[in-house]
């Protein structure tokens, strides 16, 4: 505690980012336990005539499949493409927070350990330029300790994100595989691509074009 108080005000924020930082690791860790499902139970659920909505990315989609199979080939391909890029855009959710805090907490810190070696340096002008080392390495070690904060909360930041960005990936592919399976049960023909979206807008933000990385739902129909 006595670390934090003699680093300053640009601790707060840096506080005020790992709190953030926190809460979209919580809520992603729960949103991915809880929609958590297999392939296989929701095709059972399909067999069963029980297409419910669920928590799931999986579930959701046979529902939106079932609700357009009589519909033409058209409707059914907007369903699919509204419904998964929605899903998608779920799964991202939060991932661009903590993709900038990841990039602004250590320039956070920087920016405290700066001002802090100014004060250093005003107080040697102050003192005539006679100072004792005992003095500057004090003053030095105080100005780092904004530094190493914000390298505390950037390294777990940039590690949450990955993970979840990793999940994200994997429930997309998932998603993409079990298409497959509803194309069997409902004896439509419908292929469904996740990628990257693509990131050509000018003025972005650095940690954005970098980190948050989103996907679309380009979906085409063939009738079979």
Request: hydrophobic content about 45%; charged content about 25%; overall charge negative.
């Amino acid at each position: 505690m006595d670390w934090f108080i003699q680093g300053g005000w640009p601790m707060y924020p840096i506080l005020v980012s790992s709190v953030l930082a926190l809460a979209v690791s919580v809520e992603r860790t729960i949103y991915f336990v809880r929609s958590r499902e297999r392939p296989e139970g929701v095709i059972r659920n399909c067999r069963r005539g029980a297409v419910v909505d669920g928590r799931g990315e999986l579930s959701r989609l046979a529902k939106i499949y079932d609700a357009y199979r009589e519909e033409s080939p058209e409707a059914l391909e907007r369903g699919i493409s509204r419904g998964a890029t929605a899903m998608i855009r779920e799964l991202n959710r939060g991932l661009g927070v903590l993709a900038a805090i990841a990039h602004l907490a250590p320039l956070m810190g920087l920016f405290g350990t700066v001002l802090g070696m100014i004060g250093v340096f005003q107080g040697i002008e102050a003192s005539g330029g006679r100072a004792e080392i005992h003095f500057l390495a004090g003053g030095i070690r105080v100005a780092l300790f904004t530094t190493a904060f914000g390298l505390m909360v950037a390294v777990p930041s940039m590690t949450a994100f990955h993970i979840f960005h990793s999940l994200s990936r994997r429930r997309a592919e998932n998603m993409e595989d079990f298409l497959d399976d509803l194309n069997d049960f409902f004896g439509r023909s419908v292929s469904f691509d996740a990628e990257r979206r693509s990131n050509q807008e000018s003025g972005r933000e650095a940690p954005r074009e970098e980190f948050d990385e989103d996907y679309e739902a380009v979906c085409t129909v063939q009738v079979s």
